[in-house]
């Protein structure tokens, strides 16, 4: 939120260096930017809000924003910054760190040929006829129900 005679820049670098961010927006691929202001805000301050964030960011950004009126804000202008695919070198740091770190596991092994494992599935192997699968579902289902298609046709049979 900005106030004042500098409102729009002061918004601006409050939603980039937000204690909210995890990382730097900086070398982020892609921002929304939503601009909240009064009457009084002008398309100049949305455009320097625009730049002063396009700056941190840096080149081959791409920059989404809208600018919405609330008549409750006077002489006050609200930044809301959505960065995504920011850089980060740390990250790749702690992942290298996590992948070198020994692991060890203190638990009950089962050896395989101890495992017994149900086949829960015996009636469905049961119920499938290999010579019925050439056959269309909706059609195996007729002819298992009997129902005709239609009451006043005769009945017909598939095979």
């Known amino acids: 939120t900005g106030k004042g005679k500098k409102k729009a820049a002061a918004a601006a ?5 937000s204690p909210l961010l995890e990382v730097s927006i900086k070398g982020a691929k892609s921002i929304l930017i939503n601009v909240t202001g009064g009457l009084d805000m002008s398309l100049f301050e949305v455009n320097e809000i625009v730049d002063v964030i396009s700056k941190a960011v840096g080149q081959d950004t791409n920059i989404v924003f809208g600018a919405i009126i609330n008549e409750e804000l006077q002489d006050e202008i609200r930044v809301s910054v959505i960065a995504t695919r920011c850089e980060e070198n740390t990250e790749e740091e ?6 070198n770190k020994e692991v060890s596991y203190k638990g009950n092994y089962t050896e395989k040929e101890n495992l017994k494992i149900e086949n829960k599935f015996k009636i469905r192997d049961q119920l499938i006829d290999d010579k019925d699968l050439e056959i269309p ?3 195996r289902k007729k002819m298992r129900s009997n129902i005709p298609e ?3 046709k005769p009945k017909k ?3």
């Open 150 to 152: 239609d009451s006043s």
């Open 13 to 17: 670098k409050m939603a980039i260096s």
């Open 94 to 99: 702690e992942k290298i760190e996590v992948a």
């Open 137 to 139: 579902a909706f059609l």
């Open 157 to 159: 049979t598939l095979f």
